[in-house]
């Protein structure tokens, strides 16, 4: 009987040790604020990371609050030290332009933990995550394909602002086209928005003007872009999220951010008491980044198989996408 009760208090003592964050989860629903730029429904940037904690509300209890269209900095601010203020577990400001604020937010909250991107920067403070997308791995996946498809020779790129995922899609994108046809007129236009739907709609039909017959861009503004290459039947390659809905006759594929694969890891390190300080990443290789296509697209199989062997060369490294500016 006593070596029974030893055995037991053994138990006890490891489980105690082995297991305190699997008990901590277990105990209450993770309190979870997400401050964005635009619209949660946007078939984009913002969709993209609600859609990753959507996804892991399925595996665990997760009270989950809401502030989008926050494109002005000023209330994006207040709103993160709002949703800190009310003892949310963690803030996500998904915005590159967001990284000032939380800067100097963050050391007031020190309980907080605190998750950003797309950026590499966590500014030394010991509650503050950064994430980012190797976007540029999907961008040169679909550049290739572009390439492949194009029958004059010009595919058009339209950019928000030259930063953060946005500009490694744009520079994947045109690297994947070269690689593929050294000769292609990949040419980027870079409207200095990234919610100017009417500008971006301009843009496409600029590109599509100057012989450009196979289009993509990214942000939320790409909405009035797709719009102009639908009127003309031009493909589409999209990023970020599915955009088939959109425009189902022209969508080829879409560059997909699977966020719940690094929102996972930081929630992970939360119950194990590290609230920040870390760098994650998504790509191809960990599935954070997948391409979906378009079934109900034509697509040329061989076209398709091109694009497959460009992933699966990325992943294996023998294909490098060369992220730098082309």
Known sequence: MRKLRLCLSALLVAAMVIAPATLMAAGKALRVAIIAPS????????????????AIQKEREIELAITDGTFIVEDAAAAIRDYAKKGFDLVIAHGSQYGGSLKEIAPDFPETAFAW?????????????????????GGYVMGVMAAAMSKKGGVGVIGPIEVGDAKLYV??????????????????NYIGSFSDVALAAEAAKAHMAAGADVLTGTAQMVVGAIGAARAKRVPWFGTQANQTSLAPEIVVASQVYKWEVVLKQIIADMDKGVKGGKKYG???????????????????????????KTIAGIKDGSIKTGNATP
Not at 39 to 54: C, Y
Not at 121 to 134: I, K, P, Q, R
Not at 282 to 308: R, T
């Open 39 to 54: 619209a949660q429904n946007d078939l984009a940037f913002t969709q993209s990371i609600v859609d990753g904690i959507k």
């Open 282 to 308: 998504i790509n191809l290789a960990n599935e954070g980044i997948v391409i979906e296509f378009n079934d109900g697209y034509k697509l040329d199989p061989a076209v398709k198989e091109l694009g497959m």
């Open 117 to 137: 991107g797309t950026s590499a920067d966590t500014f030394g403070l010991a509650n503050v995550s950064s994430y980012e997308a190797a976007s540029d791995e």
């Open 171 to 188: 520079n994947g994108f045109v690297n994947g086209a070269k690689a593929q046809n050294p000769k292609i007129r990949a040419k980027v």
